[in-house]
């Protein structure tokens, strides 16, 4: 049986009144309705009408506790969460998530490249030489085209990559893709900071050479 993950509709039942009746003794925080998920360690109810930011403040918690991460603690919630709404969720299919939009990528591609691009926080030309030369030699280096349609919203971010394309350089770089893992280009991907590429969902997929481990 597939795993199931919530969809983007917002449960309004789950407010603080509902969630005291379902966890009597538990702390809730958060906002008055939404997503929610239980930790049972600290028997605290996390409620966010986001569940991006719900994720984060999980997480965040767990750390804070010194209670470990789960690497699939994303899975985790999402499971919880379905229990109480099934008609909220759907099967989890990673044939088709592996299908990255191009808002997604586009959204990565500032994040993790254009910010440290503008701010000066790139890596070093050593650094980023020996990154490609790993690359270059990966076999999840994959030689694939992403299709997307340029729209106003993208057609910035679209400018900002070609001016960092024809501004970086590696002697590798005539072997450089894209990432099979993350889907980011590789010219580009070599020069960024690890840290906003540091995914909670791609660590265990990247290959055991791999410089982002």
């Not at 997604?104 to 890596?123: D, E, H, K």
């Amino acid at each position: 049986m597939k795993e199931l993950i919530r969809r983007n509709e917002i449960p309004r039942e789950f407010n603080h009144a509902r969630l005291r009746e379902m966890f009597p003794s538990a702390t809730i925080t958060g906002d008055t309705y939404g997503f929610f998920y239980h930790v049972e360690a600290t028997n605290t109810v996390f409620v966010n009408m986001g569940w991006v930011e719900l994720y984060r403040k999980v997480k965040a918690h767990l750390k804070g506790n010194n209670i470990e991460v789960p690497i699939n603690l994303s899975l985790i919630m999402h499971a919880a969460f379905c229990q109480y709404r099934p008609d909220l969720c759907l099967e989890r299919d990673p044939e088709q998530e592996k299908k990255v939009s191009a808002w997604q990528m586009m959204n990565r591609f500032f994040q993790s490249a254009v910010v440290p691009y503008l701010n000066g926080s790139l890596v070093g030309q050593e650094e980023a030489d020996r990154r490609a030369a790993i690359c270059a030699a990966c076999p999840m280096n994959k030689d694939r085209v992403t299709e997307f349609c340029v729209s106003c919203a993208t057609r910035s971010l679209v400018s900002a990559a070609n001016q960092f394309l024809t501004s970086k350089h590696t002697p590798s770089d005539p072997a450089l893709n894209h990432c099979g893992v993350c889907q980011c280009d590789l010219k580009m991907k070599v020069w960024c900071p690890k840290e906003p590429m540091d995914e909670p969902e791609y660590r265990s997929q990247w290959p055991e050479h791999c410089w982002m481990r």
